[in-house]
Nanobody, 135 residues
């Protein structure tokens, strides 16, 4: 079973940056979709970024308009780690952040998953890390 571990959450002031990590054995393997989600109290879980490792191992990133330009996801393939760099944080970014992974589908299905930001049907989720943005 895939095991994910998030880290890097904390408390920051508005305008500051934070980098989250998602680690786990094999999570940057070929034909993998890894997604980032967040959930604030009383709100639905929201997809905020994803990275798709294709059959060659190349990673392509996707972002919804809500965070495009502020959030960037990247990978350290040798270290089996995916990062979420968040800049210019706002109080509305306060939430518990999760990473999720799917390696079970076909090339096309995994690509569509990474492009959809839907929070259902993933193989495994991390335990979450909390981010608080407050002055």
């Amino acid at each position: 079973q895939l095991h994910l571990m998030e880290s890097g959450g904390g408390s920051v002031q508005p305008g500051e940056s934070l980098r989250l990590s998602c680690s786990g054995s094999g999570i940057t393997n070929r034909l993998t979709c890894l997604g980032w989600f967040r959930q604030a109290p009383g709100k639905e879980r929201e997809g905020i970024a994803s990275i798709y490792f294709d059959a060659r191992g190349a990673g392509t990133t996707y972002y919804p308009d809500s965070v495009a330009g502020r959030f960037t996801t990247s990978s350290d393939i040798a270290g089996d780690t995916v990062y979420l760099q968040m800049t210019n944080l706002e109080p509305e970014d306060s939430a518990t952040y999760y990473c999720a992974i799917d390696q079970s589908g076909t090339y096309y299905n995994l690509l569509r998953r990474c492009q959809s930001y839907k929070d259902v049907g993933w193989q495994s989720w991390g335990q979450g890390t909390q981010v608080i943005v407050s002055s």
